[in-house]
């Protein structure tokens, strides 16, 4: 059965640490690796991962895939407390269903 | 361009009624999708399409039904609400190689 799992599942930091998001997955005919920041409202794409060893970066957030051993990690430097909110990773397999983790909800205390 | 737009925003229903959600998109995505999420859940998914007339079953497809008769409406059915499906939908869309575009989402609240 395919899943995706996450870890921690919250985490509570203060402003200006840096964090690291675990996801690690299962997935038959695996083909692209997600993540997603969710607040109120619906998830906001954040990058998609196709190979392994090349970091993807954007400002303070930065992430990377391993291929080999199913895993992928999401960074935040310099946490500010917009950053606050629960992030989501999904594995897609080569068909298109994308299963989705049950997410790290992320608190950045001022 | 509205992206992908989810009728209705709120909804509250009896047990044992049924209502029809509706998804549509203005992307020509060939990809919809149906998750619902519930808390400490992640988004889980209901049903799928990989194109129009078709549909496919995801993680929780019991208790729901999905239409997809024109490429750009993705349409979720509960047929007999039950309270165990309260939550808050989500459709998305996507074409090949893309990430999802999501709709901002549906709260349901079954009594």
């Known amino acids: 059965e395919d899943k995706v799992v996450q870890s921690p599942l919250s985490l509570v930091v203060h402003e200006g640490d840096t964090v690291t998001l675990n996801c690690s997955y299962e997935?038959?005919?695996?083909?692209?690796l997600l993540w997603y920041k969710q607040e109120k409202k619906a998830p906001t794409f954040l990058f998609m991962l196709?190979?392994?060893?090349i970091e993807k970066k954007s400002g303070r957030l930065s992430s990377i895939l391993d291929k080999k051993e199913l895993f992928s990690i999401l960074n935040i430097t310099a946490t500010q407390t917009g950053d606050s909110a629960v992030y989501l990773c999904?594995?897609?397999?080569?068909?298109?269903?994308?299963?989705f983790g049950k997410g790290t909800r992320l608190h950045i205390l001022p | 361009n509205a992206g992908v737009t989810q009728t209705p925003k709120f909804r509250v229903l009896k047990t044992g009624q049924s209502m029809t959600l509706l998804c549509a998109q203005d992307?020509?995505?060939?990809?919809m999708y149906w998750y619902r999420q519930d808390p400490g859940m992640g988004l889980r998914l209901i049903h799928y399409?990989?194109?129009?007339?078709?549909?496919a079953k995801g993680e929780v497809p019991d208790g729901y039904n999905v239409s997809r008769l024109k490429k750009q409406n993705f349409l979720l059915g509960l047929e007999s609400a039950a309270p165990s499906q309260t939550s808050v939908y989500f459709c998305?869309?996507?074409?090949?190689?893309?990430?999802?575009?999501f709709g901002d989402g549906t709260r349901l609240s079954i009594l």
């Open positions: 999904a594995a897609t397999r080569v068909y298109d269903k994308i299963i």
């Open positions: 997935v038959t005919n695996f083909r692209s």
């Open positions: 196709t190979s392994s060893g």
């Open positions: 992307m020509n995505h060939e990809y």
């Open positions: 399409s990989v194109g129009e007339g078709t549909t």
């Open positions: 998305a869309s996507l074409t090949g190689g893309q990430p999802q575009h």
